[in-house]
Every structure is written in C-alpha cells, then in structure tokens.
C-alpha cells in the first residue's frame, strides 16, 4: 500500500476554507511537505513543517502536524478561484533524502 | 534560462521503441530524479542520482535505465517501451540535507501506442 495517503478529491466555495488531509507511515520523517500542481505544470513547494513542531502558518496557509497519528493538514483560509490545484504532501526520507508522495487531492474552488 | 529544462513536452511512440526523455538543470544541483505521475498514484519514484556516475533505483526502476555523465544532465531511457509506461514524467533536483526543496521540471508528457 502507500507510504502516505490522501483522499482524492475536495470542492469548496470560493471565500471558505479548505482542509487537505494525509496519513504518512514513516516516523522517522524529520520534514514533510505540501507541494501544489497547477494543470500541465510541474510541482511547486508551497510549505513544509519540520517534525518537532505541531503547526505552521504562512499567510492564508496553516499546516498542523499529529506527529503521534502520524497525521498532516494543510489548511487554505479564504480559498480562491486559483487555488484550484492538485495538492501534494510528501515526506522525505532515504539516503539520497528522496521524496514519497501521497496520491495527490484535486481541489475544486466554485464560484 | 535558469531552471530545470525536460525535453520533449509531449511524445507518442510505439511500443517495443527504445526513447530517451531529457532532464537538464542549470543549478548545478548534486541530487537528480525522476518521477513518473499516474492518477490514484501520486509521483513514484523511478531512479535517482547523488552524482555525476552515482545512480540508484527507487520504487519502480523496471523497464527503465538512466546515466549521469555530466552534473546538470540526467536522461532517462526507456529500453523497449510498453504501453503501461504512458505517463507524466517528472525530473527534479536538490541540494544534499535536511531540508532543501526539490525543483521540479515541467514534466514529459508519453504515450505509448
């Protein structure tokens, strides 16, 4: 099965928010990380948090961290129309410090 | 340009066909990879170098083969393509450590008839 694993798909109305969730197996992941796919393009970091901290906040983006559920969440404050993407979490791991993804979550914004 | 470059875009070849998909970035970055994308998978990591001469397989090396002569270049080739190789194939690139962020290339779009 996955290493790390995400729901699919979400759709929310523009101006609320958005909550991706993702399950990660690997504990001793010291950074895990939220990258965005816009549609034919390539993937873009958006945030990260390192393991030892339990939230992050970055302008409209929150990451929370459940180290003990091995649970992340990446949370988009008032969701527009061009934070329609795919969103990626990953955790790093291995010797060459390479990334495992989750299957990716398709946000939907309507208007 | 500054960045990491994949060539093709876009590419349809038939299958048993030898074709080379090309990763150049222009950071002189030591870590090079390579991803394939398929829907309900997320990005599945194929090969991956430490160095120029240094590559090692990830999660799913079969069917594939890559080299790494220069630094800023790592091809990938697939020997005799099969049609469940039609994928986006991703390329990217990092510094050694902890926490630095990966760079990824526009993707290749391949499809294999």
């Known amino acids: 099965g996955e290493d790390v694993e995400q729901s699919l798909f979400l759709s929310v109305r523009e101006g609320d928010s958005s909550v991706i969730n993702c399950t990660y197996t690997d504990s001793s992941s010291t950074y895990l990380y939220w990258y965005k796919q816009e549609p034919g393009a390539g993937l873009q970091l958006l945030t990260y948090i390192f393991s030892n901290m339990d939230m992050k906040q970055d302008q409209r983006l929150t990451v929370l961290l459940n180290k003990k559920d091995k649970h992340l969440s990446l949370r988009i404050a008032d969701t527009q129309t061009g934070d329609s993407a795919i969103y990626f979490c990953?955790?790093?791991?291995?010797?060459?410090?390479?990334?495992?993804f989750g299957s990716g979550t398709q946000l939907t914004v309507l208007p | 340009d500054a960045g990491i470059t994949q060539s093709p875009r876009y590419k349809i070849t038939e299958t048993g066909r030898q074709v080379t998909l090309m990763c150049h970035q222009t950071?002189?970055?030591?870590?090079m990879f390579w991803y394939r994308q398929d829907l309900g998978h997320g990005l599945r990591l194929i090969y991956y170098s430490a160095a120029a001469d240094i590559t090692d397989k990830g999660e799913v090396p079969d069917g594939y083969v890559v080299s790494r002569s220069k630094t800023e270049n790592f091809p990938l080739t697939l020997e005799s393509a099969t049609r469940s190789q039609t994928s986006v194939y991703f390329c990217?690139?990092?510094?050694?450590?902890?926490?630095?962020?990966?760079?990824f290339g526009q993707g290749t779009r391949l499809t294999v008839v």
């Open positions: 990953a955790e790093m791991g291995g010797s060459a410090r390479q990334l495992t």
């Open positions: 990217a690139s990092s510094e050694p450590g902890m926490n630095t962020e990966a760079f």
């Open positions: 950071w002189s970055h030591s870590y």
